[in-house]
């Protein structure tokens, strides 16, 4: 199996070793102190928190060390030199390798994405089928009472759930790490291996939540909330908290050598405001995960030590406050919402122009309301609290905070609407794809401002109706740019042509299909549907939506499936791929398809603007000493 | 010439959508638990989210309406790769499409702080209902009259002061019909919901936050009634606790259920999240330290009083510890007796 | 961590000076990270007991602060001669800097929290949960600072650093004073504000 030598494989075996050494050393622990090595007997109960706890961050260590991630650090710190960049080796392997070319890096991110965000889809897809009726009757198996299946349900919504939001974070970081350098003009980013750690400890920490289902599972939802999260009935909870916790690494170190590459390695000439959009915001999504990140990071350690040492933080008998954990979570949780949706709003911004040929609307508005939203986004997470019990006169505040955002947001749905107006609109598959991404992520935001005016969210909140908003804005911030950019993007990754029949088909399930799926969410939260609920009460009547949003949830795998169809053959037998299929006026579509390995061998220089179709004789970039011909 | 008729059309659209699309939200409010208008609190929210989804509705139908006429006029011919009209932006345009939504969103921002402020509106001497929330039951104490309840039955037309705590983790109180949710924290700290229920009839009150296992389940009755109806309720119960009148079996049930122990234990066998109580008396339990115990009189205390000492095997640990704390001695020793009848 | 150039000495100085510069904005975005983590903690602790503190040793705490506070001036020491290329000195101040690290860490967590455990529990009442979370969160940045300053030390003995080149000692430096800043609110928020409780 050549797959167990490449450093994924090699890393996967050492975090199961290490994991395993970590938790013998607990025991052995144990043992020497003369306390019983398995309290209540094996290795699932709440007595071996410590050795799981342990045993997880061994683990990862061991995973890191075992990839190799670490070696050139570690030269480093016994004062020897290291090349500045390795040789990637040949073929599929380099992506099961560790690599600090920011191309592997970016493609690395995007498989685990959609790895991550099907294992997710499938746990969705399985607690759906239970919803299919009133009561908690169809995932039945032998010996399983329906308390057990409510309890698994439970498990399923909470994976699904921080999955997912694993999935972005992972899609994210895919989308900024491949396009930041390239459409900066940069060799690489500014700290490569600090970018392959962060890409790296993603992989340990999706593994350990994942592990939390075998471990008795979580059953607070994905936020966690203590003191449902700090009862130790529930093992699964610290493999839960500790994996997500190595995640929340990727996001700090990753946002903050975005932000360096950004300020530091533009090409000449390239000035804030000639930044390709897209750049605009990743900055925007990096100052967000770069802060943000350390408070959930810190919240969930919280519940970690007071489910390991008896603190008690949120234990409210002894003084703590569990709503505390609530804002320390969402002072990270909302903020990372914006992190989730910016670069999608990128790539929007980045495509419309070039399929609508005409320059982007209001360049600066649209650049700088990325920015406004990140800065506001600080500053509402208490919207989340209307009905936690937190001090009454916070509300109101909240309440104002949380609306402003909108616009912002309005600012860059104006923007694209002018942008299209007297455009020449073409569609293909790309642009199909923005399309949807507009429209779905307006019916996101727009179902945002009721859960904001505080006396509406005390009906809404924890209803479906929240449900609907967050997927619309999450399929439309998110999952429908980020199938844009793949498609638009697919040339300069591979050198093929995806087919475009089948892109149009995947589009044209999944479009309709998310709308069912979120539309009938909403309506079944108006109705009276309470979220996490594996069990709904008849007289609600609103069994038919249940089912439509099922149906629509397996059209939607079905798209994906698709996708995954359409990726596999174009890599196979596609077409080469012409270096400018889409007559982009964007730098890397000025060279050759596939990306060449150091991105430009010859350096460019910002001589126009960014967006200016229609402009003629105009260019965005000039290659310095050679007579490369620049966009039309 | 054009341009009158490009934006003549683009209106059209837009007018057509946001009548329909407003038309239909209306409907989808009339099917709405808060259409019954069974409280005050009802009202406020059903006119504000009104209002809000008149406000989705042409927000929705400009964007798209303005989206979809652009691919039909603006799209590309066929075969051809023109480029299309040379415009980077208008600063007045852009000026305009931030001033007015931040004037809208203040605007909200103002009719929401308002329509909190009604429904939080006080009258004077509220009906007082202690409402308690565990693992997986409710319930609701009246202090002024003492009694103990698994149904909460209020008054119409009056306002009911809701008291609300929580024994364990965090539970949420909602009656759809009511409106408005409120969290139920534990440790001893009290929150507050007002409600002034105006429409007689039945509701189902759900537990709205995630609170384990059972969740789902958690669910109590609702009745409102007029004011006569609720007095003679009153007077009824008062009369009819067993506690009072020294029947041990029918006492202990009644605490049984009040304080939510039948929420985790059936008395009929059944699986559940505890072990059943029938057959327990006087029955051999495995425990999961691998001992077995013979369930006595002193054993059943200890499981109440410190319920993870010791732990049935194939059970977890979850019986709360502050159940027991509430109960007296003389308490538990009528749960007893009744689940000696439990045979 | 920012990435760590010294080691790389066949880049010319030009190129040296650009990625210092980028190492050295990577390192002041980390640090402004970092403290969120511990304005998370300060927030923690005011909420949980607004108007009480910990019951503590106030002569030990005293000392523990000097410690750190002293090591912070040579620290200082330590940079300015490294960049004058006063290896000699840089060493010697280094050293200084580490062992005054350990003799904070042994302070705090060898003689402090068996002290404080008298008073005040991990599992009864906040003012544990409090007071060991938030040394001990400081505590293993000192620990990570004084491996840094060990690295920089042994770096430093072969050679390594000279006086346009010598990123590492400068990154070591402003860590270093930072794990000193955040001692700089712990120590009162902590030893200072409001009453002592003791128990919970
Ligand atoms: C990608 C993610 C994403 C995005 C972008 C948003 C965007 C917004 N969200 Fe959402 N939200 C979530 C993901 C997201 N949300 C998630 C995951 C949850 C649930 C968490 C959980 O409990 O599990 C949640 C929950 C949530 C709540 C809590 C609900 C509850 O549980 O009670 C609230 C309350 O205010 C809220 C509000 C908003 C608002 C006001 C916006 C705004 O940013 C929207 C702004 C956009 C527009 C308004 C549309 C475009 C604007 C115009 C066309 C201009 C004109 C507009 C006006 C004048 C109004 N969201
Ligand atoms: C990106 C984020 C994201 C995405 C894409 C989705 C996708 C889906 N979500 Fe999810 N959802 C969340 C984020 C997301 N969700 C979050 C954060 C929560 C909150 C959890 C909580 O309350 O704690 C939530 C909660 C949530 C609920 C509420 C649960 C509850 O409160 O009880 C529901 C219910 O309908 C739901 C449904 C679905 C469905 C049907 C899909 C579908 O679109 C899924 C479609 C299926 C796939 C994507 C799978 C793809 C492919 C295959 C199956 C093919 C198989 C294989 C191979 C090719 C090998 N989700
Ligand atoms: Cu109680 Cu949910
Ligand atoms: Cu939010």
Redesign the interface.
Known sequence: MSFFKTAMGRGLIYQVIGHIAGMAFIFGVRFGLGLPVFE??GLVT?AAEASWVFGGVVGTLAFLKGTGVLDD?L????????P?HHEDKPGWQKYFNVSMDHKIIGIQYGYTSILVFILAGIFALTFRTELLTPA?DILKVTGN?P?DI??FF?TMISLHGMLMIAAILLGVGAMINYLVPLLIGAQDM??P??NAFAYWINVPGAVLVVTALFLGGV???WTG?P??SS???KLGFQTFFLGVYMIGFSS?TG???V??TI???RAKGMSLFKMPIFVWAALATAIIQ??????I???FQ?VM??RL?????F??????????FQ??FW?YSHPAVYVFILPGLGVIGELLPVF????L?????VALSSIGIALIGFFVWAHHMF???MASYL??PF??ST??V??PT??K???W??T????????QTPMLFV?GA??IF??GG??G??N?????D??L???YWVVGHFHATMFGGFVFPLFAAIYYWWPKMTGRQYNETLGKIHFWIMFPAFYLQSVSQM?TG???M????????V?LDIQDLHILITVAGFAIALSVVIFIYNAVISLRRGEKAADNPW?SRSPEFQVASPMPVHNYDVPFEVVG?PY????AGSSYIKFASTTAPAAD | MKQIR?FLFTAIIVAVLTAGIGYWLQQ??A????SAEASRQAV??KS??GQ??W??AF??AL??G??VY??IA???KKG???????????TG??IL??IV??GV??W??F???Q??TF?EIQNDNPLRVNVTGRQWSWSFEYPEYGIITEELVLPEDSQTLLRLRST???H?F?V?EF???????????V?ELRVNPSESGEY?L????????????M?ADVIVMPRGEFDAWVRAKIAENPCLDGDQVGCGEKLARDNGCLACHSVDGS???GPTWLGLFGREEAL???TVVIADVEYIINSIREPAAQ?VSGF???MPA?IGESLTDEDIEAIISYIETLQ | ????A?????VSLAEYRVKS??NR??LW??I???A??FL??L??RF??MPDARPELDQTLGLIVTSVLLASSFFMNRAEIAAGVGDIKNFLRNTLVTMILGIGFLVGVVAVEWPAAAEHIS?????A???F??MTGFHAFHVLTGVIFLF?VW??GR?G?YTAERHFAVEACAIYWHFIDVVWVFFYPALYLMGSAVIG?
């Open positions: 209540r007997g709440p650090w030269k480093w710190w016994r004062g020897l030199s290291t500045d908690a009472t308390s409510l309890d439970n500014a700290f291996r600090l059953d607070a939802g909330y003191p449902l009862n130790l009935a700090i946002g903050i050598n932000i360096v300020l530091r390695m770069f802060t943000a990140t350390q408070l990071g810190l919240s919280l030590f007071q040492f008896g603190m008690n933080f234990n409210a008998a002894q003084g703590g406050n569990p709503v505390l804002h320390l002072f609508s040929r005409k320059p609307f209001g360049y600066k508005f009905t936690s019990g509300r109101v309440m104002y609306l402003l909108a616009v309005g600012v749905f104006f923007s609407v002018a299209l107006w007297r455009g020449r609109i073409s569609f399309i507009i429209t307006l019916l727009i179902t401002p009721p904001g005016t505080v006396s509406t005390l009906y909140h924890d209803t309506l108006l109705y009276g309470r979220r996490r609920i594996g069990e709904y009460e007289a007559h603007e200016d179709y229609g402009l | 490009h989808v409010i099917r709405m638990p808060i406020y929210i504000l989210l809000h989804f406000a989705i927000l929705f964007i798209v303005v989206m652009s691919f603006f799209r590309q051809e790769l023109l480029d299309g009209d040379y415009i980077e932006g208008n345009l852009e499409w931030t939504p931040l969103v203040i909200f921002a009719l929401g702080g329509s909190l429904m364990d983790v965090i949420s909602w759809p409106g408005p949710k409120q969290d139920l924290l534990p440790g001893g700290e929150r189902t759900a537990c709205a936050e995630l609170c384990g296992k059972q969740h789902a389940l669910l699986q559940n999240v999961d330290d691998g732990i977890q640990n979850v502050a | 961590m920012a990435e760590h010294d080691a790389v000495h066949q510069a980028n904005l990577g975005l980390f402004f990270s970092d969120f983590v998370g903690l927030v923690t909420n949980l991990v599992s009864e009442g906040v544990g949960s409090v060991f979370t690295i042994n770096n072969k390594l919970g």
